[in-house]
Structures are given as structure tokens and as C-alpha cells.
């Protein structure tokens, strides 16, 4: 076939309808709605999207309300993403040097971790290069200092980002700032916006409730009902909403969900737009800067090199959603203080993204797209509902005092850690694929420091306690709120990382009997072990035993105290419970189990032998691995 004769082939038309039927086909009598399946919002996700099913009006243009395809006509080629990883230092000289030579490399925004260096003296912040480059800074505990530091310094001009969300912030903490705390930060917020009206300092953040376990349209409509709440507060402080939403800014995590990820931020585009136009603000007005970091949440001191293929999916998904300003976690990140290697690989990820996928050349890449599109549509929907839910019940704060909305985040990060304990969602390295031989990290704990516990009347007596020499650490005011229940931050990992280190200082090992030849026993074997290793358990295997006879001289010669026998059902048949019995015979306290899960007609008959459990496909990992840890470490015996 010539060339152009392949140039002019064309696939035939097919319907919806013959994709089913084809795929139904080859489900063996299964219907086509099995490949359903439900996400954590409960969308219905379809294996297969086009026209038919995407019954709705798509945007055709960016840069047009609703704005779900991005807030400029030219996307990234017009307003192109900043790279603002956060600089992570233990004083200001090692910021200050970390910072230029990121800046240097491709870096494009001043951003670092205040929380890490509250030693940070007014000399060492007034070197950093503040008005060359645009901030984007989430001050937490320290805007008041930040704040009382700028307006000392008073740079001749300054943009981007510097600011806090109290909301956010305190309710980690289990508080909901009272009257005098957000008085003082009306105060800092007024005074900024007089001296750098390029400066966003409401920071809305809602990577608190994300690490809680929210869902896409939770954090939505949280976000939402920040805004409402900033909004309100500062009318009665004789703002307008517009002039509210010119000092705001919103960040995201974004965590593993690929498409659910990006869809996120198109919706949350969308219910902006609406909820600015309740207020009667429109056109650029709406554009608010969205920052989006790689979710803490979804990383893990197991195997921690996989926390990079973790991170720059993320990253990637933030940048289709559309960002302004993306910062990607350093994949070791949780031994304390990042190594070089990690901070490198981190600053590095934007600039692939950017000059090697040439992501900033492309106009939303995701538009068009049925699968988005409608997951964009559903986000939008159900964000909204769960929004004017919000606040009907009273708005951000009755709903973190009545503990409804941490209720809401326990039940869904219940099932996202269940989800993981069952390995219906896999982690590499994590829940599956463990390597109990990776070098251990070793954790380079960060500074640790006293905050003051000031008690202030008003901005202006922060402002006056000021030298050269005053630090973040001295200028901090004490946390006063009414008392909730904490949205607690997480992450999904952390169960396999104590199971892990349990496993690893009593030396956890057991013993599989293999039954049968290689081809018998390996599929359970190999299945076996993975379960142990997830829980840190290295397993010793026997040769292939044939016999009776064989399995207990294995038992006899390795002398450990938990085994699991692994083989075909017919080898069970032939002599497993007589193998249970022969091994308790030897040693009555040391736990026998079966790989695969028995028939409930033969069970009866194992369990009379002395079986102690099974290990199947579907089982909480976490329970039965705790259970076997309490075994060998001998808090309990199987007896």
C-alpha cells in the first residue's frame, strides 16, 4: 500500500452501542455495567466516554465566564505558571543561599517554609530579593511577623502572595479563631493592602482538609465557604466583596486521582464564577491567583523514591487543571529536612513539565475531552449542593463547631484507608510490592524552636516590638479560639509505616510450607509474601515438599514461631489439616495458617487440626498483620 493510499484509510464509524456489545462479549456473561465503577464522590465512572454520554454544553473558549477552561484567552502562553517550590532552611543564611540558587535554575517565585525557620531574623528576611521576584508565601502561624516585617522593610514594590488562612490553619489545630485574633489580622491585612496593593494576603488554604481525607467536591465547597466567611467578616470591617477578592488567593494539594485531580480545579473555576457573580463581581475581577502543591497526604517513608513518580503525576494533573503557581513536594521530604537530591528532583519537575512536555504551550490540554468534561460537570454539581449545605447549616465555622464537616472528612478517609488496607487501591511500595531490603532513610529532624505566647491589643504593638535582631519566633501570638474537634492531617501511609517499624525492631519472620512443585505453590506463595512484606515480615520458604514428612522437618529445622502453608487445593485435600495437627504437635503454641480462603464445608475440619486463620485476597491487611505481629512479638499466642 502506497503512502497516500494509507493517508486516506479511515477507521468505520461505531456507535456507543457497539462498543458495548464488544465489550460485553468478552466479560464472559458479565453485563456491561460491571466496568462501573464509583469514585470517592460517588460519581459513576464509564470505561468508555464520547459524545452520547456527554450530554452537556462544553465551554469552547478559555478565558470566558464560567471559566472552566482557564481565566485567560492565551492560558499558560499568557499568563505562564510559576515554579514555587518551597526553600526548606534551617536559618537564614542557608535560605537566603538555598533561594538564589533556585532562583538561578529556573525557579520563578520566592517561596519557603516559615514553619521551619521561626529563628529567621528581620536582617536575614530583609536580604532575601523580595521585590525581584513575586511572593508566594503561606505564612501560617507567622503572618503577623511576616506582615510587621514587610511593612518595616517597606520594599519599594512587591506582588504576589503572603498571607494565612485562620480557618484552615486553627482547625488542625481543634480551634476556630475568635474575635481578637481575627481583629488583629483585619488590622495586618488593612495595613498591607494600603502599602502594596499588588499583594494578595488572604490566603485561602485548603490543604488542611484534603490531608483530612476530603473529596474533590469537599474541598470545593469548602473552599466556597472560606471565601463566604472572609467575605462577610471583612464587610463589617468596611470592605467591599470586591475589594475582599482582590487580596484573595486559593490553594489546592493535589493528590493521586489523575483526572479527578484536574477536573477539581476547572470545577472549582466554574462555582467561583458563580459565587462571585452572587456578589455582583465580574469580568477580571474574578480571576483570583490558584496555587497547587503535590498532596502530602499520598506520600510515604516506604520505598520513598516512588513518592517522585507520585509527585510528578500530580504536578502534571495541576497543571492541566490550570495553576498559577505549582510547588512539588521533595520525595523524602518526611525524614525532616529534604536532602539536596530531593529538593533538586522537586524544583526540576515544573521545568520538564514546562520545557521538555511543553505544557505551557498548549491551551487547555484537557478541554474537549468527554471524560473530564463530564467529570468536571459532576464536580460542579455536587460541589455546589454541598456548598449551599454548608451554609444553610450556618456557614464554615457552625459547621466546624457542630464537628459536621469533620464527621464528613473521617468517613471518607475511613474509606480511603480501608480501601488501601484491602488492597482494592494499591501503593506501591506501600501496600503492595514492598521492599523489605531498601536502605532506611536516615531522618535529619528539623530545628525545633519555642514560639513567644504574646498577648497583643492590637497589630501596631507587634509592629513596635521590632529590631534587627527579633525573630519570627519572638513576634508569634498565643492561639486563642473556641475549642473543637481537630481536622486531623494524615497521611495514607502511616499504617504500613508502623506496622513496618514494629516488624523491624522484633525481627518479624515466618516460615511458608510449600506444598507440592514450584508451578503448585507459587501463586500463593508469591501472594503470601507480599501480604507479610507490606507489614514488614521477610518470609523463609521450605524446598518442595511432597511429603507429609518433608513439611515437618521443615518446621522442625527452621524453628520459627508462625508458618503459612501454600499450595494447590488438592494438596490441601490430601493432607493439610494433618499437617496443621503435626505441626502443633511439635510446638502447640506456634500459629499455623492457610493461604486462600477455605470452603466453609472443609474449614470445620482444618480448624478441629489447630488452623489458627487463613490469608486470602479481600482481607484487611492491616488487621491481620497487627494480629500476626502480636503473635510473634508474644503479646498474644495461637493457642
Not at 531574623?121 to 503572618?143: G, V
Not at 504576589?160 to 476556630?176: E, F, N, R
Request: aromatic content about 8%; charged content about 25%.
Amino acid at each position: 500500500m502506497e503512502i497516500q493510499e494509507m493517508k486516506a484509510q479511515r477507521f468505520p464509524k461505531v456507535t456507543m452501542e457497539e462498543w458495548e456489545k464488544a465489550a460485553e462479549a468478552s466479560l464472559k456473561g458479565k453485563p456491561f455495567t460491571a466496568l462501573h465503577a464509583a469514585t470517592y464522590e460517588q460519581i459513576l465512572l464509564k470505561p468508555l466516554y464520547g459524545a452520547e454520554t456527554a450530554t452537556l454544553d462544553v465551554e469552547q473558549y478559555p478565558g470566558f465566564p464560567s471559566y472552566t477552561r482557564g481565566f485567560y484567552k492565551g492560558g499558560y502562553a499568557e499568563v505562564p505558571w510559576k515554579n514555587a517550590h518551597v526553600i526548606k532552611a534551617d536559618n537564614g543564611a542557608i535560605l537566603k543561599e538555598k533561594l538564589m540558587v533556585a532562583l538561578k535554575e529556573g525557579q520563578d517565585a520566592i517561596a519557603f517554609s516559615a514553619e521551619d525557620i521561626p529563628a529567621m531574623t528581620f536582617t536575614e528576611f530583609s536580604a532575601l530579593p523580595l521585590e525581584k521576584y513575586p511572593l508566594y508565601i503561606n505564612t501560617k502561624d507567622h503572618f503577623l511577623a511576616i506582615a510587621s516585617f514587610l511593612l518595616k522593610l517597606k520594599p519599594d514594590k512587591l506582588t504576589g502572595i503572603a498571607g494565612t488562612d485562620s480557618i484552615s490553619l486553627y482547625a488542625q489545630k481543634g480551634l476556630v479563631p475568635d474575635e481578637r485574633l481575627l481583629a488583629l489580622q483585619a488590622e495586618a491585612i488593612t495595613e498591607l493592602k494600603k502599602a502594596f496593593p499588588k499583594l494578595r494576603t488572604i490566603h485561602i488554604d485548603i490543604t488542611p482538609y484534603h490531608e483530612a481525607g476530603a473529596n474533590a467536591f469537599q474541598e470545593i465547597s469548602l473552599a466556597l465557604a472560606e471565601a463566604v466567611f472572609y467575605i462577610e467578616w471583612l464587610k463589617k470591617e468596611g470592605w467591599s466583596p470586591a475589594e475582599v477578592i482582590e487580596s484573595m488567593s486559593l490553594h489546592f494539594a493535589i493528590g493521586s486521582q489523575f483526572f479527578m485531580e484536574t477536573a477539581k480545579l476547572r470545577a472549582f473555576r466554574q462555582c467561583w464564577t458563580a459565587l462571585c457573580q452572587a456578589y455582583g463581581i465580574t469580568e477580571d475581577r474574578i480571576k483570583i491567583p490558584i496555587g497547587a502543591e503535590t498532596s502530602a497526604f499520598t506520600l510515604s517513608k516506604l520505598d520513598s523514591h516512588v513518592n517522585i513518580l507520585r509527585t510528578g503525576s500530580e504536578a502534571f494533573s495541576a497543571v492541566l487543571g490550570g495553576v498559577e503557581y505549582l510547588q512539588v513536594r521533595s520525595f523524602d521530604e518526611l525524614r525532616g529536612m529534604p536532602s539536596a537530591l530531593g529538593e533538586r528532583i522537586a524544583k526540576n519537575i515544573p521545568l520538564i513539565l514546562k520545557n521538555e512536555s511543553h505544557l505551557e504551550k498548549v491551551i487547555d490540554p484537557a478541554g474537549g475531552s468527554y471524560y473530564i468534561e463530564v467529570l468536571t460537570a459532576e464536580l460542579s454539581r455536587l460541589a455546589w449542593e454541598n456548598f449551599v449545605t454548608i451554609e444553610e447549616a450556618g456557614g464554615i465555622i457552625a459547621g466546624l463547631k457542630a464537628g459536621t464537616i469533620q464527621k464528613e472528612l473521617a468517613a471518607i478517609f475511613k474509606k480511603r484507608s480501608a480501601d488501601l488496607a484491602t488492597r482494592i487501591k494499591s501503593m506501591i511500595g506501600t501496600n503492595i510490592y514492598a521492599d523489605l531490603h531498601e536502605q532506611k532513610i536516615i531522618e535529619k529532624p528539623k530545628l525545633a524552636m519555642l514560639l513567644a505566647e504574646n498577648t497583643v491589643s492590637s497589630f501596631q504593638d507587634i509592629r513596635s516590638q521590632i529590631d534587627e535582631e527579633t525573630t519570627l519566633a519572638e513576634l508569634h501570638v498565643k492561639d486563642s479560639g473556641d475549642e473543637i474537634i481537630p481536622v486531623k492531617s494524615q497521611r495514607l501511609a502511616e499504617p504500613f509505616e508502623r506496622l513496618r517499624e514494629r516488624a523491624e525492631r522484633i525481627g518479624a519472620q515466618a516460615g511458608l510450607i510449600c506444598l507440592g512443585k514450584l508451578k503448585d505453590f507459587k501463586q500463593r506463595a508469591d501472594f503470601v509474601t507480599g501480604i507479610l512484606a507490606a507489614g514488614g515480615i521477610a518470609v523463609q520458604r521450605s524446598i518442595e515438599c511432597e511429603t507429609l514428612e518433608e513439611a515437618v522437618q521443615f518446621v522442625k529445622e527452621s524453628g520459627l514461631s508462625y508458618y503459612c502453608i501454600c499450595g494447590k487445593d488438592e494438596s490441601y485435600t490430601a493432607f493439610g489439616p494433618r499437617l496443621v495437627a503435626a505441626v502443633k504437635q511439635i510446638n502447640s503454641s506456634v500459629g499455623v495458617e492457610v493461604a486462600g480462603k477455605l470452603p466453609e464445608e472443609t474449614k470445620a475440619e482444618w480448624q478441629k487440626a489447630g488452623l489458627d486463620g487463613q490469608i486470602y485476597s479481600g482481607q484487611n491487611l492491616i488487621e491481620k498483620v497487627t494480629e500476626l505481629l502480636d503473635h510473634l512479638e508474644g503479646v498474644t499466642a495461637y493457642e
